[in-house]
């Protein structure tokens, strides 16, 4: 059986106290790639979702990757962060959690900045957005073909990211993206664990991920 393509978004922008309710049944659709993405600066809260978050990965055999702060990734022992162009050194932040930590980084439309990522010690390159999206409205779209280059010239497993549905994720697996980061598309869902399980049955282009 393939693992999983859903690399889950819980965004707390969106989803606010419904967010361990709505990741919970995330976890039992049988995502194992949950990112905690918090813009706000309410540290306390962010130490406490993170934390609880934690446990509910651990309790799944999910990994929980945290958006941009490696320093509250260390504090909950998180598996990782996840950095973009601005957010820091993937290089400083392998230093300060570890080498077995993951690091990933967006790329947005660039195999240039997908070597800079690699040569920095990322563990993962995410591209996009593909589709419009609401939580990266201003990113730049990638597309298709972008993966299919990477995929033969980055050498690390690639999260597409940006708008992606249960519609539109197929084409995306396709073409080489290991995992569909999705926010909107699974947590609006009416039944959040239906629509994780849903997205295990996407075609993909190969039968295990790389990382």
Not at 100 to 119: E, F, K, N, P, W
Not at 120 to 133: E, L, M
């Amino acid at each position: 059986m393939p693992l999983h393509p859903l690399y889950a978004i819980a965004d707390t922008a969106t989803l606010a106290e419904r967010l361990l309710p709505a990741v919970e049944a995330a976890l039992r659709g049988g995502v194992r790639w949950l990112q905690y993405r918090d813009k706000s600066t309410d540290h306390p809260r962010r130490h406490r979702e993170a934390a609880a978050l934690r446990t509910l990965c651990q309790d799944h055999g999910a990994n929980l990757i945290i958006n941009d702060d490696p320093d509250l990734a260390l504090a909950v022992q998180a598996d990782g962060v996840h950095l973009g162009q601005t957010d820091g050194d993937p290089a400083r932040a392998r230093q300060r959690l570890g080498s077995g930590a993951i690091i990933g980084v967006t790329c947005h439309d660039s195999l240039a900045l997908a070597q800079q990522a690699r040569h920095a010690g990322a563990s993962y390159v995410a591209f996009g957005r593909f589709f419009p999206s609401r939580t990266k409205p201003d990113a730049p779209p990638a597309t298709l073909d972008l993966l299919n280059r990477a995929r033969t010239t980055v050498g690390l497993p690639i999260v597409a990211i940006g708008g992606i549905t249960l519609k539109s994720g197929a084409p995306l697996l396709e073409a080489g993206a290991d995992w569909l980061a999705v926010s909107h598309d699974l947590f609006s869902a009416p039944d959040i664990e239906h629509r994780a399980r849903a997205y295990q049955t996407l075609p993909r282009c190969r039968e295990e991920n790389r990382l």
